[in-house]
């Protein structure tokens, strides 16, 4: 097989639906794979932490909720009965989809699951953060076009 034929064989491997074929003959054998699009999947666990009263000389238990696949913000509950909407990614946090758009969220917005409450650039690609819970935005924690890491508070949110 030669170089030309290669090369149309490739052509037509990325035109259509093919993730792989091979092809031997007397010369050899040729694989060819279809390169396949990165599929990122992010999931992050709700954080519910239990400190009790600290005892003399007792350790303070901590116990985590197990973990869940969240396609989008995961909440942790706040002290002061806040729930925090985090970022599930790292990327450029902005507020609103254009210069010239409203924010998506604000002080006294009320959200709902499934409202996208900002979105974070990540590698040219914007992804619309949605929030997973009710209730109504008492704080915006990061300042509109600046970057934020993986599981950094976002939101508080009064789920009142």
């Avoid at 030309?4 to 031997?24: P, T, Y």
């Avoid at 989809?97 to 959200?111: L, M």
Wanted: net charge negative.
């Amino acid at each position: 097989m030669d170089l030309k034929q290669i090369h149309e064989l490739i052509k037509i491997v990325n035109k259509s639906n093919i993730g792989e074929i091979s092809i031997e003959d007397k010369d050899g054998k040729v694989t060819i794979k279809q390169k396949e699009e990165q599929v990122v999947t992010v999931a992050a666990a709700p954080q519910v932490y239990n400190v009790p009263a600290p005892a003399a000389s007792a350790p303070t238990p901590v116990v985590t909720a197990p973990v869940s696949a969240a396609p989008a913000a995961s909440p942790a509950v706040v002290a002061d009965n806040y729930i925090t909407i985090k970022s599930p990614m790292i990327g450029t946090f902005y507020r609103k989809s254009g210069p010239d758009k409203p924010p998506f969220a604000e002080i006294g917005t009320e959200v709902e699951p499934g409202k996208v409450v900002c979105i974070i650039e990540a590698m040219k690609l914007f992804n619309e953060i949605e929030s997973e819970i009710k209730g109504r935005v008492v704080k915006v924690l990061v300042e509109d076009a600046s970057p934020v890491e993986y599981d950094q508070p976002l939101f508080l949110v009064d789920p009142a």
